[in-house]
């Protein structure tokens, strides 16, 4: 048996409510499709941008949320958590990340991304534009959360540069920067 077909994230499940937690956090399990379907969804009833701008505000709270409160577990800290983070989502089935750069003393970093969810269900190539931005607020997020406990009050912004779904690319690049406004 392969241990890497088997779940590399710890599952808790509550034998009473049947509630699963992983690192303390309730999670939900559920159909990529559904997840997709329902993105599309959204995507069209409120326009690109705006929806964008309401995953970028969602996710960079989400995971500031989830790195607050692995690190109040008391085993991570500081850029630990981030690391941590990143190794979770990937664990969770939304592609495979990896960080190409990471500048500990402004928070600039580099994400490469393989495998994202919505490259494999569209397809690769597939796409005139960028597919993956559900996840540009999740690096800012947990990114500036190590930055506030280690008194560095980065404020960063992220775009996906280079996306699989897009002819031409082997992965998805996203790049986090201080904001200049
Ligand atoms: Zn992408």
Do not use: K
Request: with cysteine; glycine share 10%; proline share 5%.
């Amino acid at each position: 048996m392969n241990d890497q077909r088997n779940p590399q994230v710890p599952i808790d499940v509550d034998p009473d409510s049947g509630v699963w937690r992983s690192d303390g956090l309730p999670m939900v399990y559920l159909p990529r499709h559904f997840f997709i379907d329902n993105h599309r969804l959204v995507r069209a009833a409120m326009g690109r941008a705006a929806h964008a701008r309401l995953l970028y505000e969602s996710g960079y709270e989400s995971a500031w949320t989830w790195s607050s409160r692995v690190a109040a577990q008391g085993e991570l800290d500081g850029i630990a958590v981030f690391r941590h983070y990143l190794a979770r989502i990937s664990q969770r089935g939304w592609g495979r990340f990896h960080i190409e750069s990471l500048d500990e003393a402004t928070g600039a970093a580099r994400i490469r991304l393989a495998h994202s969810i919505f490259v494999e269900q569209a397809g690769r190539g597939s796409s005139e534009s960028t597919l993956c931005d559900l996840f540009e607020g999740w690096f800012p997020g947990s990114l500036e959360w190590v930055g506030r406990g280690e008194r560095r009050p980065w404020r960063l912004r992220c775009r996906e540069i280079a996306c699989a779904g897009q002819p031409g690319h082997a992965h998805c690049v996203f790049e986090v920067r201080p904001r200049t406004e």
